[in-house]
Nanobody, 119 residues
Framework: QVQLVESGGGLVQPGGPLRLSCAAS????????MGWYRQAPEEQREFVAQ???????????DYADSVKGRFTISRDNAKNTLYLQINSLEPEDTAVYYC?????????WGHGTQVTVSS
């Protein structure tokens, strides 16, 4: 059983930065695919970013068009943590952010962290 716990959300002014973390209960070294999704009020959950293993130490990243150039996904296998660096926050980024991981034929999700962008 994999447990994922997001943190780092909060109230941020437009234009500000934020870094979200997703801590796993065990080693993430075997997680070939990890990612971030978000869900705004009264909206469906949408893809934000993913990081996929393409070699023994190489990863490929992919982003939703709406966040390209502002969001950066990364992972630290030694700390069993996935990150999402967000820059130039916009009010439209307000949402609950979830991380997920694919392992052993299953997708696992965290419970989310709220990000609110407002002046």
């Amino acid at each position: 059983q994999v447990q994922l716990v997001e943190s780092g959300g909060g109230l941020v002014q437009p234009g500000g930065p934020l870094r979200l973390s997703c801590a796993a209960s065990g080693s993430i070294s075997s997680f070939n695919n990890m990612g971030w999704y978000r869900q705004a009020p009264e909206e469906q959950r949408e893809f934000v970013a993913q990081i996929t293993r393409i070699g023994s130490i190489d990863y490929a990243v992919d982003y939703a068009d709406s966040v390209k150039g502002r969001f950066t996904i990364s992972r630290d296998n030694a700390k069993n943590t996935l990150y999402l660096q967000i820059n130039s926050l916009e009010p439209e980024d307000t949402a609950v952010y979830y991380c997920n991981a694919y392992y052993g034929g299953h997708w696992y999700w965290g419970h989310g962290t709220q990000v609110t962008v407002s002046s």
